[in-house]
Nanobody, 119 residues
Framework: VQFDESGGGLVQPGGSLRLTCVAS????????MGWYRQAPGKERELVAS???????TYAEAVKGRFTISRDNPESTVYLEMNNLKPEDTAVYYC??????????????WGQGTQVTVSL
């Protein structure tokens, strides 16, 4: 199982980024998927999830600003981030998700992609 995250970078407050996660080693179409982030000194947290059927959920801190989507044939999950704030600064990861339980592949995290929101 592998996750290859990309699309991060340095952006000013109010800016936008689109993160991409290409997954391999399992069948993405039969898994819920999630985007997580980990800020310095903090635990990794789930920020957005998408079910097999396309139902999305968001952490309160990003609701209305982030949008998760999936492309099953391409085994890819996206995270569109708008109106970014300094508190969104973190390394962002994706993983399959067991809803109500947690990450499916907790031993197989990718390298993540760094998002830095600063003037």
């Amino acid at each position: 199982v592998q996750f290859d995250e990309s699309g991060g970078g340095l952006v000013q407050p109010g800016g936008s980024l689109r993160l991409t996660c290409v997954a391999s080693g399992f069948t993405l179409s039969i898994n819920a998927m999630g985007w997580y982030r980990q800020a310095p000194g903090k635990e990794r947290e789930l920020v957005a999830s998408i079910s097999i059927g396309g139902r999305t959920t968001y952490a309160e801190a990003v609701k209305g600003r982030f949008t998760i989507s999936r492309d099953n044939p391409e085994s890819t999950v996206y995270l569109e981030m708008n109106n970014l704030k300094p508190e969104d600064t973190a390394v962002y990861y994706c993983n399959a998700l067991r809803e109500g339980i947690g990450p499916t592949y907790n031993d197989d995290w990718g390298q993540g992609t760094q998002v830095t929101v600063s003037l």
